[in-house]
């Protein structure tokens, strides 16, 4: 994966993944012994003497740098392979470019709303049947699966912006005993708390955009697969012809903002238990969605298939109506009122203005992204914008 001379190769000593991460992967370039990797910006890559390619051919198929943080994302989800794109929804969308007409796919009805409207643009254009399922109700997802027929089930381990908990070994039964493939927007779920594909995944996805690259500095997508098949050999080709693969300088950048994921998770997490268990029962706020609250109730699942922490996702019902919610979200003086998440910053943000017209979000929710700041600080900030 790398090119000739630019690393002395990932250490063989088992080793954690927080170890992992912390290292980059562990890479010492075996020229100059710098221990941080090189950008490598070129478009073309040599050929040698026999006229074989000596490591990549063309940067639309990918470069010595994203081949690095991609290894690093393999090891991290324990995968065979992944693939990096410029942005989340190139993955997202390059996914589902492997799906055909005819075929069913079933997703949630609350979820990452860019993914949902393009599953519905490739449902009017494509001739893809999609049904979204309620993910609060029982039987929600058994009810849409159709044997033979449903190609793909897509979920998110806590859908986006209400967090309910979808049981991802339940889902990848239901999908495997209908033939179909379980795929994980796993982005508020990072593996240093969720393995999707050990749970039962085949693909996993995130915007590294988020938590992964976590300064909000980059746009970035992963796809990651339990085994290289044929969808995902498919999946490599559909991005090297639709061209998202990412940048050398953003996979830089990705492989950076790793290095801190588990110490920056951890904080975050912490720091949104005590966010939701002050407001949990607080005058302004008709409830507190965190499924580390033992009110939640995906508590148990969550608790069964998320090992380091319940994550730093939460929203906020705010007692009243839409207007009200928009001014709470107006008046916070740390917390900055702006859409994405999983940076170290903080953001707080009506979810049913951003989403627009299809939007399913309860209007009187506030969706919060909770940074490594400090919790007293961050609980005070709402206490005043609520006030
Ligand atoms: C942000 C996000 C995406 C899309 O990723 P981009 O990097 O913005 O393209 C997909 N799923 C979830 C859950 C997200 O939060």
Request: net charge negative.
């Amino acid at each position: 994966m790398y090119a000739r001379g630019c690393l002395t190769g990932m250490t063989d000593s088992p080793r954690s993944l927080e170890t992992l991460l912390a290292q980059g992967g562990h890479f010492i370039d075996s020229e100059t012994g710098a221990i941080v990797p090189p950008i490598h910006p070129s478009t073309t890559y040599a050929r040698d003497e026999r006229y074989a390619l000596i490591g990549y051919g063309y940067s639309r198929s990918g470069n010595p740098t994203c081949g690095h943080v991609e290894a690093v994302l393999a090891e991290l989800e324990g995968a065979e392979e992944a693939l990096v794109f410029a942005s989340g929804l190139a993955g997202v969308a390059t996914f589902f470019d492997t799906v055909r007409t005819g075929e069913r796919v079933v997703a949630p009805r609350v979820m990452y709303h860019g993914a949902a409207d393009w599953l519905r643009r490739l449902a009017e254009r494509r001739g893809i049947e999609v049904a979204f399922f309620d993910a609060a109700a029982p039987d929600g997802l058994e009810t849409e699966v159709r044997a033979g027929a449903t190609a793909v089930v897509w979920i998110e381990a806590a859908v986006n912006p209400t967090w309910d908990v979808i049981d991802v070994r339940a889902a990848a039964d239901i999908a495997h005993a209908a033939g179909a493939v379980l795929g994980v927007d796993a982005t508020a779920t990072p593996a240093v708390t969720l393995r999707a594909l050990d749970l039962g995944a085949d693909i996993v996805f995130h915007s590294g955009t988020k938590y992964l690259a976590g300064h909000s500095d980059v746009t970035a997508g992963v796809l990651a697969t339990r085994v290289a098949d044929e969808r995902w050999e498919d999946v490599k080709l559909a991005r090297t012809l639709m061209g998202g693969v990412l940048g050398a300088f953003e996979s830089w950048l990705l492989l950076r903002g790793m290095r801190t994921l588990h110490v920056r998770y951890e904080r975050q997490a912490a720091n949104a238990m005590a966010i939701a268990r002050h407001f949990e029962r607080h005058p302004k706020v008709e409830a507190v969605l965190y499924p580390g609250l033992e009110s939640h109730p995906g508590h148990a699942v969550a608790k069964r298939q998320m090992t380091n922490g319940f994550g730093a996702m939460l929203s906020l019902r705010v007692a009243g109506d839409a207007e009200a919610a928009k001014r709470v979200a107006t008046r916070t003086r740390l917390f900055v009122p702006a859409t994405s998440l999983g940076g170290v910053e903080s953001l707080i943000e009506h979810r049913a203005t951003v989403e627009g017209p299809h939007s399913v979000v309860p209007p009187n929710l506030l969706r919060v992204s909770v940074g490594i700041e400090r919790a007293d600080e961050l609980i005070a900030d709402l206490e005043q914008a609520l006030a």
